[in-house]
């Protein structure tokens, strides 16, 4: 029996620099310094279903890029046990592929108890992130690594990596899915580092850079710990997926913004620290800005016509000034047409290739476009009006159909762009 | 950036009204469905996170379906079972409604019912029931005028979060079946045993090999059962019938045989009950 995921040798200590080395060895193979990051604690629902996602992965050619992370090595072992069980492995073989962390254990404690469950799981959640960054940063003469961090709940029905690594999305350095006004992290991928960057962190580790400033910040303890109005200590202003967004919105804006965790911690003397927010700032400013606004703007005239005239890119930024800079940023860049690569076309539905069943024509552009936020139905059902008969497109539509009328949006962090990673640039690392 | 539909898409309800769980590239929606506001439960009972274990232990089970990677299959979906003795006992004795109680034509009270008489022979039984699929032609499933169309035989038309969708290729190689959605948040293996795991059954005959026959008459129905008992032996899978159609049953019967239970019986039986709510709704609503 083959032995198939292996991202590494055996377990690892991924706290080490030997441990994360030897992960990001067996993932640079061949051309690709690429890694699907899974992350699960002991708990055997919670295993099981990391084994799955491990399983989906290997049925894609993934196996080898597969790493899971997990809160000790006991849990490697319940891991191995699970993979025996779907035959990803050989009876009496070393666990491959994961490794363990253990950088925020005992940290969070001054936020909740000892043993309580919430604080483990946030501290494994939050050692995922430390660990995503320490592997995208480019080690001296070297790459970082491109991570995908994917929850166990994903099910994984095509090469996701193939298509981050094919336009349009190769332009990227973050790509994060959307949640309403905010960012949902159960699928995040980072663009690795190509190089040093003599201490600036620009792009999508800039992100995870100041995500980790802040766990370390607020996890320092004294008059750093955030509190709820009863000087309770608030766990929840340490939520990642809210430390996400305002870490996001800081490195859009270039200026540090916190507007989730002072919403959740207002009372807390962090603030005083850390002098924010501004006096001239109400609740409802702070509310407003803490709102990533995913915009769209529509592409299908300028894919047909191949042009950059027309932006297809916005920004996710309630800031105007980052806003019209994101804009300039893309519209100086021609965007790639929305072809998946060719090594990726079979794993897209015929609706996806370029509009040829969609057949997005100037006049029902905006209709088109409009749809992409209306639920899955009425999208079909304009699809059917716009450009076939009804019937067989509504047969044939996918979301994909809808997406293929409008652009690809919301740059965040856009790598190489002059406008936002300089921003970008401005935000010191402190932590390293 | 924000990524695009055909990268991730998170709308898991709708992902299962479609059946894009039973499709594969390349029909995929997108790369990777993330299942965080799955809402696929049967009935209105809060199914809470275990529905996603459900789903994607079928989409398993589906996508290995080719008998020759039974076993495999096997080994998938079972990973929603956490012991190994209690897999093992699922494995070994489940109890299902035949053909003819899970019939296309008849309303969701029907199904409701031999739901219920399912549950109240395994309880006498001791056997694992099995939540059964349905054809996806059932008159009580809904339909969606979106996908309705007689050019579309994958999806069927169906539009309904209480069944998934799933590639039926055990028993014709090509078409979709539609299996019961999770009834409930401890709805889960060993308890009952998902009709999509019972073809991967180690050693599994179809058909059956032992028929269990509940007579209409209500007092003897609870005894009949338990003297089948013994002619069940140590078979696999076992079908449930019934000796008449719902229709010429007695108002009151199933109610007369649950409360002739015996208490270890009972005990059995309101364990299920409690663990399946959505299979027990009587105001379940199509």
């Known amino acids: 029996m083959l032995i198939t995921i292996s991202a590494a040798c055996c377990t690892m200590d991924l706290d080490t620099r030997a441990g994360r080395t030897t992960a990001a060895h067996h993932a640079s193979e061949g051309d690709r310094r690429q890694l699907v990051l899974l992350t699960t604690n002991g708990a055997a629902a919670s ?6 996602v491990a399983w989906q992965l290997h049925g894609l050619g993934l196996g080898q890029l597969t790493l899971v992370l997990v809160d000790s090595n006991a849990t490697c072992m319940q891991l191995g046990t699970a993979w025996r069980r779907v035959g990803l492995l050989a009876g009496g073989a070393d666990v491959p592929g994961c490794g363990w962390s253990a950088a925020f254990v005992g940290r969070l404690e001054k936020y909740y108890g000892r043993r309580s469950r919430p604080t483990r799981l946030w501290a494994l959640w939050s050692a995922k992130w430390l660990l995503m960054l320490r592997l995208a940063r480019a080690p001296p003469r070297g790459c970082g690594l491109d991570v995908l961090a994917l929850d166990n709940d994903v099910m994984v029905l095509a090469d996701p990596l193939a298509l981050l690594g094919s336009p349009p999305l190769r332009s990227y350095s973050l790509v994060v899915a959307p949640e309403a006004a905010r960012v949902n992290l159960g699928v995040v991928f980072v663009r690795g580092e190509s190089e040093a960057q003599n201490g600036s962190v620009t792009g999508g580790v800039a992100v995870l850079h100041e995500l980790v400033r802040r766990l370390r910040y607020f ?6 710990v955030l509190t709820n109005a009863r000087g309770q200590a608030a766990l929840q202003a340490l939520w990642d997926q809210g430390l996400f967004v305002d870490s996001m919105l800081s490195v859009v804006r270039g200026r540090r913004v916190y507007p989730y965790s002072y919403l959740q911690a207002s009372s807390s003397r962090a603030w005083r620290l850390l002098g924010w927010p501004p006096s001239s700032m109400g609740r409802r400013q702070i509310e407003v800005g803490g709102m990533v606004r995913w915009r769209l703007r529509l592409g299908c005239k300028a894919r047909h016509r191949g042009t950059s005239r027309h932006s297809h890119a916005s920004a996710a930024s309630s800031d105007a000034s980052t806003m019209r800079a994101a804009h300039r940023a893309t519209a100086a860049q021609r965007i790639s047409p929305h072809i998946p ?5 079979a794993a897209l539905p015929r609706s996806s290739m370029v509009g040829q ?7 029902a552009t905006t209709r ?17 009006t716009l450009s076939e008969p009804r019937g067989r497109s509504a047969m ?29 640039r401005l935000l010191p690392p402190r932590t390293r | 950036m924000l990524a695009p539909e055909w990268l991730v898409c998170g709308v898991g309800h709708r992902t299962l009204r479609r059946g894009w769980a039973a499709l594969r590239p390349p029909l995929a929606p997108c790369a990777l469905l993330h299942l965080v506001d799955l809402r696929s439960s049967f009935g209105h009972f809060d199914a809470h996170k275990a529905n996603r274990r459900w789903v994607t232990a079928s989409y398993a089970a589906s996508r290995l379906a080719p008998p020759r990677r039974a076993g495999e299959a096997m080994a998938v979906a079972t990973m929603m079972v956490e012991e190994e003795e209690e897999r093992a006992a699922a494995a070994t004795a489940v109890l299902r409604l035949s053909p003819a109680l899970v019939d296309a034509s008849a309303g969701l009270e029907s199904l409701l019912g031999s739901l219920r008489t399912l549950a109240v022979a395994a309880a006498v039984t001791g056997r694992a029931p099995v939540v059964p699929s349905v054809a996806c032609t059932a008159a009580w499933l809904h339909r969606s005028a979106a996908t309705s169309s007689s050019t579309s035989p994958t999806l069927l038309g169906v539009d ?6 799933l590639r039926d290729s055990v028993h014709d190689g090509a078409g979709v079946r ?3 959605a999770l009834g409930g948040a401890a709805c889960l293996p060993p308890l009952v045993v998902p009709e999509w795991l019972v073809p991967s059954l180690p050693s599994a005959p179809s058909p059956p090999v032992a028929t269990l026959r509940v007579a209409s008459n209500a007092s003897m129905a609870a005894s009949q059962l338990r003297e089948a008992v013994a002619l069940l032996g140590a078979a696999t899978t076992a079908e449930l019938s019934l000796e008449a159609g719902w229709a010429q049953h007695p108002r009151g019967w199933l109610e007369a045989v649950e409360a002739s239970l015996r208490p270890g019986e009972a005990r059995r039986y309101s364990r299920l009950r409690r663990a399946c709510p959505g299979y027990f709704d009587p105001a379940c609503k199509v």
Not at chain 1, 357 to 363: A, F, M, N, Q, W
Not at chain 1, 368 to 382: E, S, Y
Not at chain 1, 399 to 416: E, G, K, S
Not at chain 2, 160 to 165: A, H, N
Request: aromatic share 2%; with cysteine.
């Open chain 2, 160 to 165: 309904d979060e209480r069944v998934l969708q």
């Open chain 1, 357 to 363: 069943r969609t057949r997005c024509s100037p006049g």
């Open chain 1, 368 to 384: 088109v476009a409009w749809c992409g936020r209306r639920d899955h139905r009425t999208c079909c059902r304009l699809l059917a």
């Open chain 1, 396 to 424: 044939r539509c996918s979301p994909i159909a809808c997406w293929d009328c409008q652009t690809l949006m919301a740059t965040t962090v856009r790598r190489n762009s002059s406008g936002i990673s300089s921003k970008a």
């Open chain 1, 47 to 52: 295993v099981a279903q990391a084994a799955g």
């Open chain 2, 178 to 180: 539609c299996h019961l």
């Open chain 1, 341 to 345: 690569h060719a090594g990726t076309q």
């Open chain 1, 219 to 224: 996890l320092a303890g004294g008059e750093q």
